[in-house]
């Protein structure tokens, strides 16, 4: 009898193991838990790479606008010399891109990765250039026709700072390819100027207008010269299908950011630099400025035009890829909230981000 009371006892406890084994394998990761049932109060850690030029989600999480949706950024580090933010977003290293062109996310899923663009981020404009295009001061060189042959540095090979360089030159009849390319950070990029080791520097603020400030170097062109479109420079950012679906109420947290984000950076430009310039270890005096697109939702005549530019190079054939497939208007932002029209920054400590790594 005792015996058999014994193995009732054992079974039972077998089982009460096994029922908590089971529960701890099959809970949800803090993350979704915290997006689907709203049963946690911690907030959503988006993981991101650390910025080296003048973006807005900088701004967004020094303000506290992800915050206030439950948002917290997580810099994860400078990207790497040839990698692209898409490649980090595939190995899992990142949850969001935040560097992108239209054409990029084209590229991307063509190449099976299955990014979506969800909000605008900046524009060009005739007065805050996209990208400048700028030589030695003492340089012969007077327009960007003279870049057959030359090297011309550029933070990456993508749509605009390549890109835009190939479609200029076969606009005007030249070889799309005739100028040397040399990937070059562009805060190292003045420097190389400087001693000579390249001819033409394609450079996006804020370090754009720092050597022509300084006067060792002069501006022969932009990217507004080239196109004469706000569309034309429009930058997306954007998650992975599978991030979209999974978590729809941090998507929709992270537009409601970026939207306040974009309005707040070109109404405050000079703090905004300030921000910047405590993020980055840089003078805020030296710093060239982006204009942020402040339509709630991406426009699709801007998507169509980067096609045309993308389609001109040959990034991929007409056909391959259709406008639509990269970008949703799913997520409207939440009107600005009256006080951000007073909303100022405080100085240096005052924000919240994590130091660059």
């Known amino acids: 009898m005792k015996r058999h009371i014994k193995r009732v006892i054992t079974v039972v406890l077998l089982m009460f193991v096994l029922v908590q084994l089971t529960a701890c394998g099959s809970a949800a990761p803090a993350n979704d838990t915290a997006d ?3 049963a946690s109060d911690e907030p959503f850690t988006l993981r991101v790479y650390t910025p080296t030029n003048y973006v807005e989600f900088v701004i967004a999480d020094a303000l506290g606008f992800f915050a206030d949706e439950g948002i917290k950024l997580e810099y994860v580090g400078a990207l790497g010399k040839g990698v692209t933010e ?3 977003l595939e190995q899992g290293e990142v949850d969001a891109f935040l560097g992108g062109h239209p054409p990029g996310v084209a590229q991307a899923r063509l190449a099976g990765i299955k990014a979506r663009s969800v909000c605008p981020a900046m524009i060009d404009d005739p007065d805050n250039n996209h990208i400048t295009y700028i030589v030695k001061a ?4 007077q ?3 003279e870049a057959i042959g030359k090297k011309v540095s550029i933070a990456s090979f993508s749509p605009c700072t390549s890109g835009y360089i190939q479609y200029y030159l076969k606009s005007q009849g030249l070889d799309q390819n005739g100028a040397e390319l040399v990937v070059m950070a562009d805060i190292d990029a003045t420097q190389a100027l400087d001693q000579g080791l390249i001819d033409i520097v394609a450079s996006h603020p804020p370090y754009a207008g720092l050597a022509v400030q300084k006067g060792v170097a002069r501006k022969i062109s932009s990217s507004w010269d080239l196109f004469h479109s706000a569309g034309a420079g429009l930058a997306v950012r954007g998650f992975t299908d599978d991030f979209i679906a999974k978590h729809p109420d941090v998507v929709q947290g992270f537009v409601n950011a970026e939207y306040r984000a974009r309005v707040w950076v070109n109404a405050h430009p000079d703090e905004t630099k300030g921000i910047l310039g405590d993020f980055m270890g840089l003078d805020p005096q030296d710093l060239s400025i982006f204009v942020f697109d402040e339509r709630k939702n991406i426009a699709a005549a801007d998507i169509d035009q980067w096609f045309t530019i993308a389609e001109e190079i040959e990034l991929w054939q007409p056909g391959e ?4 497939d990269v970008y949703t208007n799913d997520f409207v932002p939440a009107d600005i909230p009256a006080s ?9 400590g005052s924000v919240t981000y994590n130091k660059r790594k």
């Open 36 to 38: 689907k049932t709203g």
């Open 86 to 88: 898409f490649q980090l």
């Open 138 to 141: 003492d340089s012969p060189i």
């Open 143 to 145: 327009t960007l026709d």
């Open 321 to 324: 890829i259709e406008p639509q």
């Open 340 to 348: 951000d029209a007073d909303l100022h920054w405080g100085g240096p």
